[in-house]
């Protein structure tokens, strides 16, 4: 992006202005799986206040949502209803896996719980935690932004 | 290969119930599964009103190997005085059964013994005769085996962790490198060539 010199003009990509666009708005599905959830919910309140990054509106249809934020376990049962949701999901959308458990199944290494949800979705950033802090999600969503603007996808460890 | 977390098949299986001291205000009765259905009409009929819950017990080495415990409240039915109201009356009926063997339902007495019959039925394999709607309850429905016996693999059939998929495999439209370590980088050189041009 660059100023046309001497005048009131910038010029850009249409790419670059799409990505901006996209990354300033990042919608979340409303989706709480476990305790988790209460951490995704407290990143809304003024506190942390994620409206700040553009991402305050969680959609309720998953045909609205850009971002999955997997927050907490998933049962071998929820498993086909994450991977369905994530299905209806128009195109581009990205997945943060939060906490431990739905990254790798956490402390429930038994038959009831799926070892990690990046066997059913892509994820594009892992937050680790049990839960993570509302400002480690922040930050994930951050790293989301910026995959956006760069393109580029996947397997991001969000370490401070 | 034998999962490393099944459970020690030597261990001892101590009915509790022949350790624990009485509790006051209920009584335990044990029955035989053919005077099951009787004893509990008897119970229903003398004023057994509540089913509260069934249990399921896996002692796995004893034989009978399964309990099946229902939880009984006696309510007193007249206000005859606060004695009486402060002591509603427990009752659990304890039958023993091993694999193979069958209950009959009790869901025509206490619609409350639907969900829990299910729920045994599906974590421990004990079928009920007679009940309306057996499927499982808690497990997906194409689950294999009844995870809350004692011989149950803690991890399950596969006995392994799933393996990870490649992460090249992403279908989404933006594929592309991974950008972890590069990005902050290079957002910082992009915000600064933008600042450097626009001043």
Redesign the interface.
Known sequence: ???VPGTQFLLARVDDVARWAQASSVWPLTMGLACCAIEMMSVTAPEYDIARLGSEVFRSSPRQADLMIVSGRVA??MG?VIKRLYDQMA???WVISMGACASS?GVF????V???V??IV?VDVYVPGCPPTPDGLLYAVN?IQ????????????ARA | MPSPQTPPRGGSAVDPTAVRPDIDDAVIIRVEPAQLRGRLEQLKAEGASMLLDIGGVDYLERTPRFDVVYHLLKLPTRVASVDSVATPMRIRVLCGLDDGQTLPTMSDLWPSADWPEREIYDLFGITFDGHPDLRRIQMPVDWEGYPLRKDYPLRGPALERTPRPDFALKSNLLAGTPASGKTAAALAKQIAKIRGQAE
């Open positions: 992006m660059e100023v071998q049962k086909p195109d581009p959308k199944g290494d038994n038959y009831a799926v070892q990690g990046d066997t892509p790293l910026q995959q956006i603007r760069q393109g580029g996808r996947g397997g991001i460890l």
